[in-house]
């Protein structure tokens, strides 16, 4: 058996093994960003203490802000927020260590939801100013509570 057949099988066999993952990835978040408007957003659950920062995006979809993880084979929202529940709390820079994972001139933002909990959501300025936008933006008819 030649080894340079085998030693260019098992390179092929590598190299696929590596992009296929990557192309789903990208695959992605391009097919859930044609389903509504995407933005970089990272998730951190308030109430754990030590709480991590997750990398992710939202979308907007109807009333629904769904989360989603950026490095996930999943389709799926981890989080999902109703506006209609949704309270936005105090908004901070973040510091110099939490800059570091959710980028440098990033807002964070704190959210409630009804049941009580709260999330705060990392993001560039401009999709902040868009969150605040939709949040305020209710349809003609539904009740809004006030932020």
């Known amino acids: 058996m030649d080894w340079l057949v085998v030693s260019e099988a098992v390179a092929l066999v590598v190299v696929i093994l590596i992009a296929i993952p990557i192309a789903w990835l990208l695959a992605r978040r391009n097919w859930l960003g044609r389903q509504g408007g995407t933005f970089d957003c990272c998730i951190r659950d308030s109430m754990k203490p030590k709480g991590k920062w997750a990398l992710g995006f939202g979308r907007y979809n109807g009333n629904l802000l769904q989360w989603f993880r950026a490095v996930s084979p999943s389709a799926a929202p981890r989080a999902v927020f109703d506006r209609s529940t949704m309270m936005v709390g105090s908004q901070r820079a973040p510091s ?36 605040l936008a939709w949040l305020e933006s209710a349809p003609p008819g539904e009740s809004r509570q006030p932020i």
Do not use: C, F, K, N
């Open 96 to 131: 110099q260590a939490e800059a570091v994972m959710v980028g440098d001139g990033a807002r964070v933002i704190a959210l409630t939801t009804a049941s009580g909990r709260t999330w705060e959501l990392a993001m560039p300025v401009d999709a902040l100013t868009g969150l």
